[in-house]
């Protein structure tokens, strides 16, 4: 897998966390939410990437 790709996903995730956690603080509920949905977004990369390594790994064993 791609590192630039799993280092774009996991700042997204971060980026979303910071946004979400700004938003409470300040009671920017425009902001908490679209931290939630930026977090959520890069969950769901990183999860979509990691079932993605596991059938390159099953696909590997069967070649043997």
Aim: glycine share 12%; net charge positive.
């Amino acid at each position: 897998m791609d590192i630039g790709k799993k280092i774009r996903d996991k700042a997204q995730t971060a980026e979303g966390a910071v946004k979400k956690t700004v938003g409470k603080a300040t009671g920017n509920e425009r902001l908490e939410a679209e931290g939630r949905r930026e977090q959520s977004k890069g969950h769901a990369k990183q999860a979509g990437s990691k079932i993605k390594e596991a059938g390159q790994k099953i696909k590997h064993v069967f070649e043997r």
